[in-house]
């Protein structure tokens, strides 16, 4: 089983790397839509599902790396909490923003300006998570 889980490791951490991929995919280019103070920030449903894809891969590839790599929660680091800290932010954004989006294509000004924070607080989650990841597992 040893050997499996040695070979599993970069198996998972490629399909990480490509959650996080689609995850930037899909937020970066959102965040160049934002809309001017007084338009609506823009949508784009195939960015979004790629987005929710992303997160999706990262939520199952995340822990079976740990698993794989260490077996269980014991000696991770504090960066890595902080990172998990993000993590959580990051779906915090999301989800205000997904949510929030269908009112702000019916005309809601309010929903508009909750889609623009969920934006910004998903891309600052995501470019935290890269950072902390960093020095979790340098």
């Given at each position: 089983?040893?050997?499996?889980?040695?070979?599993?490791?970069?198996?998972?951490?490629?399909?990480?790397?490509i959650g996080?991929?689609?995850?930037?995919?899909a937020?970066?280019?959102?965040?160049?839509?934002?809309g001017?103070?007084?338009a609506?920030?823009?949508?784009?449903?195939l960015?979004?599902?790629?987005?929710?894809?992303?997160i999706?891969?990262l939520?199952?590839?995340?822990?079976?790396?740990?698993?794989?790599?260490?077996?269980?929660?014991?000696?991770?680091?504090?960066?890595f909490?902080?990172?998990?800290?993000?993590?959580?932010?990051?779906?915090?954004?999301?989800?205000?923003?997904?949510?929030?989006?269908?009112?702000?294509?019916?005309?809601?000004?309010?929903?508009?300006?909750r889609?623009?924070l969920?934006?910004?607080?998903a891309?600052?989650?995501?470019?935290?998570?890269?950072?902390?990841?960093?020095?979790?597992?340098?």
């Amino acid at each position: 089983t040893e050997v499996i889980l040695d070979a599993a490791f970069p198996v998972l951490l490629i399909a990480h790397f490509i959650g996080l991929m689609l995850v930037a995919a899909a937020f970066l280019p959102l965040l160049g839509m934002m809309g001017q103070a007084g338009a609506a920030p823009q949508t784009n449903r195939l960015l979004t599902r790629f987005g929710h894809y992303g997160i999706v891969v990262l939520l199952v590839s995340g822990p079976l790396l740990i698993w794989v790599r260490y077996g269980d929660l014991d000696g991770i680091s504090h960066w890595f909490w902080a990172k998990m800290g993000f993590v959580l932010l990051l779906a915090i954004g999301v989800v205000m923003s997904a949510v929030s989006a269908r009112k702000m294509r019916a005309g809601d000004a309010a929903a508009a300006a909750r889609v623009r924070l969920g934006r910004s607080v998903a891309v600052v989650s995501l470019l935290a998570i890269v950072v902390f990841a960093v020095l979790a597992f340098a």
